[in-house]
């Protein structure tokens, strides 16, 4: 199962940019860039990655997120972190970023976005890797700041398919940003938002009623509502979920417990995908191999993740044939 998994092709559609910040990097680039940071050792960052909710992790990544100042900072965090989808047979990947993270630390919206855009592009030509890059507005901030960084992303809207939700999600209701993804959707932009991760089933339902979301990030909370897991199936509504987030963020104790595979039997469209993968020890194939040592299953169930994710993604249909046709062929063939 391990070398099928290791080799089924695989679309990721839930990654954050500045969650791939191994220690290593942290470290190349607090001396590069003259940044104090509050560890001595790579062994001391890994160490400090034990959280006990989503919070605890927060505090640290926005710290982590600040050796990240130039331009050749944001290409070089996408570009590792492309070679590891190379390494996982990653073909198409849809990563957020977190704007608001870097302006307001006096980093310009063009050096972050050109940075990551560069690295992409890269990808695409040597890699053959696809991509698309989602802009998160970080729900902690206020309905203003998440109007300006709209305006930011204007001049950029050729690289940005999509905006998003992301950051802390007790406390911080949806409805506040009702008007600014109005906004996005009139300028043509997709969305999606974290719904369902801490929060409670009720949180999905209006990330799909007033933001008009096109996938729900995380969403295992739907579980608790039949009726809302009626509408996910009926209406394939995608949820990104997180395995090893969720375990190190403690959303569930253990694997065992995790619902992903129940979904999935239920006809959810379920993706698997690794979130922070710097912070929560593993990338996309750490995360199936986690999902079916807890659940064991066959390899057409475990292969539908990926068929699951094409149809979720934001690719154009003929794309989507081509992705398909791809993974179909590798199981068959398995
Ligand atoms: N930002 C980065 N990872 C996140 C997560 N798992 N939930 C909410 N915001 C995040
Ligand atoms: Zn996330």
Redesign the pocket.
């Known amino acids: 199962m391990k070398k099928f998994i290791q080799a089924l092709p695989k679309v990721e559609l839930h990654l954050?940019i500045?969650?791939t910040l191994e220690p290593e990097l942290m470290f190349e680039l607090a001396k590069r860039n003259n940044v104090d940071i509050p560890f001595q050792s790579i062994e001391e960052v890994r160490q400090a990655y034990s959280f006990h909710n989503?919070q605890s992790?927060?505090d640290i990544?926005y710290q982590g997120a600040n050796v990240l100042i130039k331009e050749q900072d944001f290409f070089d965090i996408t570009w590792a972190y492309l070679l590891r989808c190379q390494e996982d047979n990653v073909l198409h990947t849809e990563i957020?970023f977190?704007p608001q993270t870097h302006t307001a630390r006096g980093i310009a919206f063009d050096t972050v976005v050109n940075g990551i855009h560069r690295a992409l592009a890269k990808g695409s030509d040597e890699l053959g890797i696809s991509s698309k890059l989602i802009m998160?507005f970080?729900?902690h901030l206020d309905e203003k700041s998440a109007f300006e960084t709209l305006s930011q992303a204007k001049p950029h809207k050729d690289k940005i398919i999509g905006v998003g939700l992301?950051?802390?999600?007790i406390g911080h209701p949806v409805g506040k940003f009702e008007r600014v993804f109005n906004e996005a959707i009139n300028q043509g932009f997709l969305t999606v938002a974290?719904a369902g991760?801490?929060g409670p089933a009720s949180n999905i339902r209006d990330a799909l009623d007033l933001l008009k979301v096109a996938r729900i990030?995380?969403g295992v909370s739907c579980s608790e509502d039949n009726i809302l897991l009626d509408q996910l199936i009926a209406q394939r509504i995608p949820l990104t979920v997180?395995p090893l987030?969720n375990i190190k963020?403690k959303v569930f104790d253990q694997m065992e417990q995790h619902n992903i595979v129940d979904l999935l039997l239920k006809g959810v469209c379920v993706t698997i995908n690794s979130?922070?993968p710097a912070?929560f020890g593993g990338y996309m194939t750490d995360n199936f191999i986690a999902v079916t040592d807890a659940h064991p299953m066959e390899k057409a169930q475990v292969a539908q993740f990926t068929i699951n994710a094409i149809e979720a993604s934001f690719i154009s249909d003929e794309e989507k044939e081509r992705l398909v046709n791809i993974t179909q062929t590798y199981l068959d063939q398995s």
């Open positions: 954050h500045e969650g989503l992790f927060l990544y957020f977190d998160c970080l729900r992301d950051s802390t999600e974290h991760e801490e990030d995380h997180c987030s963020l979130d922070d912070y």
